[in-house]
């Protein structure tokens, strides 16, 4: 039965167990099944004190009451209320500990067995991953002992790939470049953070964009690159940021890395037999030689052999994963504006362009030369509408689905539509001539299946959030309501049926 | 107006018949000199006899019962309830009231087991009576009626048969049943529901538990768990939430009404499936109707009953 | 605390609102003048290199803002009054200049219109 209160305020909690269905024969009522009436009617309404009659022995007069002076706490110190909001809690102590729990470790993320299971993030990479940011504020990671991500068809998936590329065998060295879609709460950010993990257990270099939109809305510093190039810019502040996140979470592979190549631009700070750490902590030290410093990292990482007089000490290079959490924001006219006061479209800021070049395939060597990953992942939430990104999209689909360009079945912008014609060539990106090099792809998740909604339910039990017998009927009726087994979905309905039936 | 009542004819009629025997009774004696008064044939015969002023007393000649006349004075009506205003409607209660009377003791059935039979509407009967029939006294009437009707089907009299065949609605109203719904070709069952101003159609088919609300997950059209559960709530207390796939269209009002409205909808449509959950459904009050409308506003009114607020001085 | 055109910003103040503080600059000369120096909208003065500083101070001391313009509204007035215009006959008044309703809401220009107008 549809209960007369919303689970989400869960004030109104009924002790008794309610009626096993269907409901006894005995009372032939008409159950009133609409309850939205009652639910939504106003409550009884208190009288004013001030109409009705002095009460006993109590005198009434038109004075006002005097206001009580209101105590003025001193106002929170600066950025104490962002901390607050961006705070984010990994654990909960009095949630219980899911006994045979395992890790993710490099022999685990292939094992088809472990579907629909959960497993927990090793302890020592927590620290990496809050360094590139891939938790999230909103994430439920604060209901649990300790946090852990659902094994299912498209982490399996990703876990092979990011295995072959990784050992020894014939896809070493291997590219993939994906943009990942679906509804909200379909698990992209967290299929990200899967990304992050695995690559960081293969010792991966990982650079990630948490928040894109950090980059357009005009709240970190910009300038223009050079004199020759007045229409580009860089951030720097932003470069130092994403440099500093980098170094923080690939500490230890940096650290055995060394320069490899001729860097004129940073003229003489780049040492013979500096290591990439150091390197890179010039940029972070000094934001303003933050952007050639990131060239210069990027280029000693995507370095397949030495230069010459470089040639001491040169070790091949790992495989780079780059994440995008929230592509569309980049997709248009950033809040900046260039000296004559015109807008700054998004793919004119040299960071954003040197993420969106990454999708074209190189043309004489691929754009991750050691092998890799691109996962560029749209946002549900919090995503401003693009109609020629939408369109891109749509291209994207229809390539991977084996369509010529020239097809009348292509996708095409409506051309009274304005269409951003720079957007739409940024994801058109021909078939990669560089056998290594994978097509640019489309990945939409989906809902959970059956199976693993139920190993997903089942961790919520066995945390103790959960109080119901788990089934197969229970299972269903939870996996319809969540529109398919959307993860999210799944999750909300876990953390609210703490009902004791 | 008096004359559109068919009743109003007959009176008239009447009164016209009676004028015109009276005018061939005047006529017969002859002598239009007799018609400047008015009087009767004894009158005129002694007219007729006497010259000038008559001094001597005659005595009046011997009544002849063989040519009497049997014509009455005034026409009797034939109906004793001729003066009551309905008089036919009268009669017919007499009548009924009559018959009851006389098959009383035979046995009956509940009202549910007695033939259903389309009575007479109030405006039908009082066409078919020609007067003015009160709406208590023909419910009354009705009354009598139905408890005609339930008199063993078995056991019933050819009279009451009869008797009841009188008010019965020309054609069969409840002869034409409507076609039950099926499951199409494609294995679809249909069903439409309305609440509040939403209406829905889904479309059922056998599956394994999608829920899409127009060509949207069930997550996208309704965020609320509430919304979500009521939707699902038919197939959910006939544990059937895993075998049917839902298609539905929702169009007009919020977000309740669409949900509930799918709700309806859906109930309809499984019971085209499986006509046996009936009873669990009705107990699970998804197949109940919920007719109730939001009030119109009326002039003079703040809302639909709210009155605006009025102080004396 | 920095200096702009002579006058102390704290750090913690916005650049934009700092520069709209000077009689003569809202939100458009602001906006234009920050994307001049490339220079975000959500910066804070404290963040401004020395540069953008002094970059500011030039182009501030280039417009016509704070005492000179103030000078030159009055001059205007000054000089509708003493050609006898309409316009200067509603200024001297304290009535409204550009043909607005008098008979209600005209607090605004009683308040500040006159010879010497209120800035």
């Known amino acids: 039965m549809v209960s007369s209160f919303c689970w989400s305020c869960m004030t109104r909690l009924r002790p008794t167990p309610r009626a096993v269905l269907p409901p006894p024969v005995a009372a032939p009522r008409a159950a009133s099944f609409h309850t939205s009436t009652v639910r939504y009617a106003l409550p009884a309404k208190k009288k004013a004190s001030l109409d009705g009659p002095p009460k006993f022995r109590e005198a009434k007069s038109a004075r006002m009451k005097k206001k009580k002076p209101v105590e003025k706490s001193r106002p929170p110190s600066v950025g104490e209320r962002k901390a607050l909001r961006k705070r984010i809690v990994l654990s909960n102590p009095n949630a219980l500990e899911v006994e045979g729990m395992q890790d993710l470790s490099s022999e685990n993320m292939v094992d088809a067995r ?3 299971s959960v497993l927990g993030l090793p302890v020592p990479m927590l620290t990496q991953l809050r360094a590139v940011e891939a938790f999230k ?22 876990g092979r790939f990011i295995d072959g590329i990784s050992n020894e065998g014939k896809d070493k060295g291997r590219s993939a470049k994906k943009i990942v879609t679906g509804v909200r709460g379909s698990g992209k950010t967290v299929h990200l953070l899967q990304a992050m993990a695995m690559a960081f257990t293969k010792q991966w270099v990982v650079f990630t964009v948490p928040e894109p939109q950090d980059l357009v809305i005009a709240h970190t510093s910009y300038a223009p690159l050079s004199d020759d190039t007045p229409h580009l810019y860089v951030q720097n502040d932003a470069t130092a940021a994403m440099l500093s996140r980098t170094v923080t979470a690939n500490e230890q592979v940096l650290k055995n890395l060394h320069i490899s190549q001729q860097h004129p631009a ?39 052999s030495p230069a010459p007089g470089f040639d001491k000490g040169f070790k091949p290079r790992p495989p780079m994963l780059v994440t995008v959490d929230g592509l569309s924001h980049w997709m248009k006219n950033s809040e900046y504006r260039s000296a004559d006061f015109d807008p700054i479209h998004a793919h004119d800021l040299m960071f954003v362009r040197h993420f969106l070049s990454l999708l074209k395939p190189g043309s004489e060597k691929p754009a991750l030369p050691n092998g890799g990953l691109l996962l560029y992942a749209t946002s549900a939430s919090n995503n401003p509408t693009i109609y020629s990104f939408e369109v ?18 292509f996708p095409q912008a409506d051309p009274y539509s304005k269409a951003d014609k720079r957007v739409i060539d940024a994801f058109d990106s021909a078939k990669p001539t560089i056998a290594k090099e994978g097509i640019l792809e489309l990945q939409t998740l989906g809902g959970l299946t059956r199976d693993e909604a139920r190993g997903f339910m089942e961790y919520f039990a066995r945390s103790g959030l959960l109080r119901e017998k788990i089934n ?21 309905l876990g953390r609210r049926l703490r009902v004791v039936n | 107006m008096a004359w559109q009542s068919p009743n109003c004819i007959v009176h008239a009629m009447q009164s016209v018949r009676r004028t015109v025997q009276l005018r061939s009774f005047l006529h017969t004696p002859i002598s239009p000199v007799s018609l400047r008064t008015n009087i009767t044939p004894i009158l005129s015969q002694q007219q007729r006899n006497a010259r000038g002023y008559a001094t001597e007393v005659q005595t009046a000649p011997e009544i002849n019962f063989d040519t009497f006349s049997v014509q009455p004075a005034r026409i009797i009506p034939a109906s004793p309830a001729y003066f009551s205003g309905s008089p036919k409607f009268i009669d017919h209660l007499l009548n009924l009231e009559s018959v009851l009377a006389k098959w009383a003791s035979l046995p009956t059935v509940s009202p549910g087991e007695a033939p259903r039979m389309a009575w007479f509407k109030l405006m039908q009967f009082r066409e078919f009576v020609g007067e003015p029939v009160p709406t208590k006294k023909y419910k009354n009437l009705i009354k009598i009626l139905q408890r005609l009707n339930r008199i063993d089907p078995k056991l019933m009299p050819f009279e009451v048969r009869d008797t009841l065949k009188i008010f019965l609605r020309p054609g069969n109203p409840y002869g034409n049943k409507p076609v039950p719904a099926t499951v199409d070709e494609m294995g679809r069952a249909r069903g439409r529901g309305k609440r509040k101003t939403s209406s829905a159609v889904v479309h059922l088919v056998e599956g394994e538990g999608e829920v899409m609300v127009n060509g949207k997950t069930i997550v996208e059209v309704f965020p609320r768990l509430h919304d979500r559960e009521s939707v699902t709530w038919p197939l959910k207390c006939t544990s059937r939430l895993d075998k049917y796939n839902v298609w539905a269209t929702v169009r007009g009002g919020g977000v309740t009404g669409q ?37 119109r506003k009326k002039p003079g009114h703040v809302k639909a009953r709210k009155m605006p607020t009025w102080v004396k001085r | 605390m920095v200096f702009i055109l002579g006058v102390n910003f704290p750090e913690r103040n916005l650049v934009k609102k700092s520069l709209e503080s000077f009689f003569g600059i809202g939100n458009n000369a602001s906006s234009r003048l920050l994307a001049r120096f490339h220079i975000h909208s959500t ?17 501030l001391s280039e417009m016509k803002i704070e005492n000179d313009l103030r000078r030159q509204y009055l001059d205007d007035i000054k000089r509708l009054k003493e050609t006898g215009t309409y316009r200067g006959r509603r200024h001297a008044l304290g009535l409204p200049v550009r043909g607005q309703r008098t008979r209600t809401q005209i607090k605004t220009a009683v308040r500040l219109n006159r010879m010497e107008r209120r800035l």
Do not use: Y
Not at chain 1, 274 to 296: R, S
């Open chain 1, 114 to 116: 472990l579907r629909g």
């Open chain 1, 137 to 158: 504020p909103k994430q439920g990671w604060s209901i649990f002992r300790r946090p852990g991500t659902v094994v299912r068809r498209e982490t399996l998936e990703l």
């Open chain 1, 266 to 304: 940073l003229k003489s700070s780049a040492k013979a037999g500096m290591t990439l750490e150091e390197l890179a902590k010039l940029g972070i030290q000094d934001p303003a030689i933050a952007w050639p410093v990131f060239q210069a990292l990027w280029s000693e990482l995507t370095a397949t």
């Open chain 1, 392 to 409: 891109a999209l749509k291209q994207i689909a229809a390539r991977q689905a084996g369509l010529n360009a020239s097809a009348p079945e």
């Open chain 1, 472 to 492: 197969d009927a229970w299972v269903g009726e939870k996996w319809s309501l969540a529109g398919g087994g959307v993860i999210g979905e799944l999750e909300k």
């Open chain 2, 259 to 295: 949900a509930e409205a799918i709700t309806l909808a859906l109930a309809r449509a499984l019971l085209v499936h499986e006509p046996g959950l009936q009873p669990v459904m009705r107990r699970a009050g998804v197949i109940t109707v919920d007719a109730r409308r939001v009030e």
């Open chain 3, 43 to 59: 910066c804070k003065v404290g963040d401004l290199a020395n540069k953008q500083v002094l970059d500011i101070t030039a182009a």
